[in-house]
């Protein structure tokens, strides 16, 4: 991680959850770390902890990516690290008692967890091979995104929120492609089953039954053990245009 100490990351989603412990990670390894959110109270007293900025955004808003990357760029300096872990995750069938899929809920999906990372990523992209490389081998950064063991195995409700991760899979290899000969590197990471925000609202014993459900270790995973695999990646230059699974070896049932 020697390398990557004093460049900037930009974290989305960084105020909770897997986002917040990456934001952490990073700048314990000494990144100048830009958190991207819209809950502004948490976002801002993260950030303060961790000596960044903190910029309110929505991803799927391609206008105000780019205010907050200029504004990144203008407080901490370009981007050198991307890390997209804003989403949401609605549950709804693809038809519920005779009615159908909202149509506009499924489509904010599409444009939040998809979109939004694709916004990030392009605009984040752009400014990254603008600059020298950091290294002897062209290296000039790393896009990291967030999918879901839900893009493979989606449960029973989850047909939108499956269909945004599974577009972010597919979106990894090609993306990589494009930025090969330029030094950006590209991965994303597939998380099953994680104490987030989310989960930590159940009763401990949904949370200790669902952990049950995970071959080994037999619990939630913790969001610093996603932090942990991001700090992996940006450390192992031979990671490009690969999808990480991180879960414990579990697949998911139908529900």
């Not at 959850?17 to 100048?32: F, I, N, S, V």
């Not at 955004?57 to 391609?62: G, R, T």
Request: net charge negative; hydrophobic share 45%.
């Amino acid at each position: 991680m020697e390398m990557w100490s004093g460049s900037v990351a930009i974290v989305t989603g960084g105020a909770s959850g897997l986002g917040a412990a990456t934001a952490t990670a990073l700048a314990g390894a000494g990144l100048k770390v830009a958190i991207f959110d819209l809950n502004a109270e948490a976002g801002e007293a993260h950030a303060a902890n961790l000596g960044g900025t903190f910029h309110s955004v929505d991803v799927s808003n391609a206008e105000q990516v780019k205010a907050a990357m200029d504004a990144v760029n203008d407080q901490l300096g370009a981007p050198r690290v991307l890390v997209n872990c804003a989403g949401i995750g609605p549950a709804a069938k693809t038809v519920s008692r005779g009615e159908p899929h909202d149509a506009g809920m499924f489509a904010k999906v599409i444009g939040i967890n998809l979109i939004g990372s694709f916004i990030c990523a392009s605009e984040a992209a752009s400014r990254m091979v603008a600059q020298d490389p950091m290294a002897p081998d062209g290296a000039r950064g790393v896009i990291i995104n967030t999918a879901s063991v839900a893009a493979y195995e989606g449960q029973v409700g989850q047909v939108a929120y499956a269909a945004s991760k599974g577009g972010i899979v597919g979106m990894t290899l090609p993306m990589a492609r494009d930025l090969a000969d330029k030094g950006v590197r590209v991965c994303t990471v597939a998380p099953g089953l994680f104490l987030t925000p989310l989960l930590e609202g159940l009763p401990q014993e949904v949370q200790d039954s669902l952990g049950d459900q995970v071959p080994f270790p037999s619990r939630l995973g913790q969001p610093a053990e996603y932090g942990k695999l991001v700090c992996h990646i940006l450390d192992n230059p031979m990671l490009n245009g690969e999808v990480i699974r991180l879960d414990g070896a579990i697949r998911m049932a139908p529900r």
